[in-house]
């Protein structure tokens, strides 16, 4: 089983959707958890980090839940401009290691 | 202008000829760390570095080594390259480890034949 899962998709949602993506991880005693966007083989660029609470930016909601080792990431009134991949990253435990998930795939269609 | 920067961009090499890429950020970053991304794999993590003179292995560490001598590079080196090396390879710093933005260099495309 791998460390870090997402369903690959493609997820393609016309504009002014919402979608939701999934991640789970397997070490419980993972520290750190981000989102990740990446344009066609670009570098990735941190969409945002998740906070146990949870976190909102603008359009974008990201949570956590430790009991069931899942994180996601909500997109309101998707744009044009969302079409990207997404990366779920986990750091793994209390080490220097970074995990990231395969990425989801999301195109927004006119 | 904050950045990673990543030499060469794009490389095409014969099975066993060493080859260095290397990384450098102008950030006084403390962590770096390389990637390889692959079809249906995604980014997998090579080494990386806490700091200077202190490196790890990530997930994929086999037929790579790395050095920190300075903060500002870290160097990826190739001994003996082999055609399953052929990948994109990205290079990254943060402050830290934890919670803290990785800013990626712009990958280096590896073709060995």
């Known amino acids: 089983r791998k460390e870090v899962e997402q369903d690959p998709g493609p997820f393609n949602v016309p504009e002014g959707a919402t979608v939701a993506f999934n991640c789970t991880y397997s070490?419980?005693?993972?520290?750190?958890f981000f989102w990740y966007r990446q344009d066609c083989r670009k570098e990735p660029k941190l969409l945002m980090s998740?906070?146990?609470s949870g976190n909102e930016d603008g359009r974008f909601t990201a949570q956590l839940n430790r009991a069931s080792q899942y994180i996601s990431l909500l997109i309101r009134d998707s744009k044009l401009s969302d079409s990207a991949t997404y990366l779920c990253?986990?750091?793994?435990?209390?080490?220097?290691?970074?995990?990231f998930g395969q990425g989801t795939t999301l195109q927004v269609k006119p | 202008e904050a950045q990673v920067t990543q030499n060469p961009r794009y490389l095409i090499t014969v099975t066993g000829k060493k080859l260095t890429v290397t990384c450098s950020q102008n950030?006084?970053?403390?962590?770096m760390s390389w990637y390889r991304q692959d079809p249906g794999l995604g980014l997998r993590q090579i080494y990386y570095?806490?700091?200077?003179?202190?490196?790890d292995k990530g997930d994929v560490p086999e037929g790579y080594k790395v050095s920190r001598k300075e903060k500002r590079n870290f160097p990826l080196i190739l001994e003996s390259p082999s055609p399953n090396q052929t990948s994109l390879y990205f290079c990254?710093?943060?402050?830290?480890?934890?919670?803290?933005?990785?800013?990626f260099g712009p990958g280096t495309r590896l073709l060995v034949l």
């Open positions: 990254a710093s943060s402050w830290s480890a934890g919670g803290e933005t990785q800013y």
């Open positions: 070490n419980s005693a993972s520290q750190s």
């Open positions: 998740v906070y146990s």
């Open positions: 990253v986990v750091r793994s435990g209390n080490t220097g290691k970074l995990i």
């Open positions: 950030m006084n970053h403390e962590y």
């Open positions: 570095s806490m700091n200077v003179e202190v490196t």
